[in-house]
């Protein structure tokens, strides 16, 4: 059954440091988000993308985030300058047309310190 | 987006069937409901999703009064690789959109 996976699983980084997180939707899909769960609260919805720009972002993706799909396969979040408050689970999604369900990557640890 | 309540968390034991009931009074004629599984450190996982009446997969069912005012996400017999974090979303699944995540309901399946 195809995946969405994410690399890296884990990243430690400084603060004020810029962070690549790396996705691969699955393969005929064309909309894609990024979610974050800050340990132990909820599952928040950061940036969804769909042909080629972003169609929605909530309050926490500001100008420090960005996104981009540089190829057919990958998608990536940038964290351009990490604060300690960037530390959580980040997580790719991806559905292949407006009427499915999403499905979501194993998720990236992101540690600063 | 239509709110949603359910419970914070619920026990059970090894080989019970466990009902899961969410409430989402507000519930739009487009919106769906979907629910996902969620174990620590790991990506949610979509279980079920419908409309009305009831669904049913290899995983769960769903139920879904006439009203759509709640619906109950069943798991029979569960085990212990049930523990997990279930979450109930509601919203228009045509459109897109993100999926707005509530607390959800913390299953402990004990022996």
């Known amino acids: 059954e195809p995946e969405v996976t994410q690399t890296p699983s884990h990243q430690v980084t400084q603060m004020g440091q810029e962070v690549i997180l790396r996705c691969v939707p699955i393969?005929?899909?064309?909309?894609f988000y990024w979610y974050r769960q800050i340990l132990g609260q909820k599952v928040e919805f950061l940036v969804s993308?769909?042909?080629?720009?972003?169609?929605?972002k909530s309050e926490i993706f500001d100008d420090q985030f960005s996104v981009e799909r540089p190829d057919g396969s990958n998608f990536t979040l940038k964290i351009r300058s990490t604060k300690l408050e960037d530390s959580a689970m980040y997580f790719c999604?991806?559905?292949?047309?407006?009427?499915?369900?999403?499905?979501f990557g194993p998720g990236t640890r992101l540690l600063v310190l | 987006l239509a709110k949603t309540t359910q419970p914070i968390s619920m026990d059970s034991y090894e080989g019970q069937e466990v009902n899961i009931t969410c409430s989402h009074n507000?519930?739009?004629?487009?919106?769906?409901i979907t629910w996902y599984q969620q174990f620590p450190s790991q990506g949610p996982r979509f279980i079920i999703q419908?409309?009305?009446t009831k669904v049913t997969n290899e995983v769960a069912s769903l139920f879904i009064p006439a009203d759509r005012k709640s619906s109950t996400l069943s798991l029979p017999r569960v085990s212990l690789s049930d523990t997990a974090v279930y979450y109930c979303?509601?919203?228009?699944?045509?459109?897109?959109?993100?999926?707005?995540f509530g607390k959800g309901t913390t299953l402990s399946v004990s022996s």
């Open positions: 999604a991806s559905r292949r047309t407006s009427g499915e369900t999403q499905y």
């Open positions: 393969s005929n899909h064309l909309y």
């Open positions: 993308f769909y042909n080629n720009e972003i169609s929605e």
């Open positions: 507000n519930i739009a004629t487009n919106d769906y």
């Open positions: 419908g409309y009305k």
């Open positions: 979303l509601v919203g228009d699944n045509q459109a897109g959109t993100a999926l707005i």
